[in-house]
């Protein structure tokens, strides 16, 4: 099925701290005014914001599209570089390569991108090093 219900885009902005976290909470607001089953709210909230948050403090600067069919979530999460040289450790708990900054707003765990993987039905990591990351994440109604 791809009848589209809704679509949403974002811009997300490197280094913005300040506004780190609005895609995702705009994401959720629309789905809560949708009458989206809760649980699946909580499933797209966290991949979202995740996704969004690695956008502000590991990229360039890129977007978040957010697509409603009748039957799943679509979120994809693009930036424009630098990309990730190995995507395979870059989804183990724990590896990060966070700066200090960033971890001192709390960011760095390497916790985003298993979660993402653990909140998802499907999920595609598209990234080399020096090219762009594009991340698509699909959760279903079911
Ligand atoms: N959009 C991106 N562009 C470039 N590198 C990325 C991107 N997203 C993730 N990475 C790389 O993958 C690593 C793991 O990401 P992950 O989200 O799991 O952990 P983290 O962001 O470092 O910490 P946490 O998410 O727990 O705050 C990052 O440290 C970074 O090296
Ligand atoms: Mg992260």
């Known amino acids: 099925m791809s009848n589209e219900i809704l679509k949403l885009h974002y811009d997300i902005a490197t280094g913005d701290y300040l506004k780190a976290g609005e895609a995702s ?3 959720k607001k629309a789905l809560m005014q949708l009458g989206v089953d809760n649980k699946i709210i909580r499933r797209v909230c966290v991949a979202s914001y995740e996704a969004e948050i690695n956008i502000v403090i590991h990229s360039l600067g890129g977007y978040m599209d957010m697509n409603i069919y009748e039957d799943r979530i679509e979120i994809v999460a693009a930036d424009v570089g630098p990309g990730i ?6 989804m183990t708990v724990g ?4 700066t200090q900054g960033a971890r001192e707003m709390g960011f760095g765990a390497g916790m985003g991108l298993p979660n993402i993987k653990n909140n998802c039905d499907e999920l595609t990591v598209d990234s080399s090093a020096g090219g762009s990351t594009t991340i698509t994440m699909k959760i279903y109604f079911k």
């Open 25 to 27: 909470s705009n994401i």
């Open 95 to 98: 590896y990060s390569t966070a």
């Open 85 to 90: 040289s190995d995507v395979a450790l870059a």
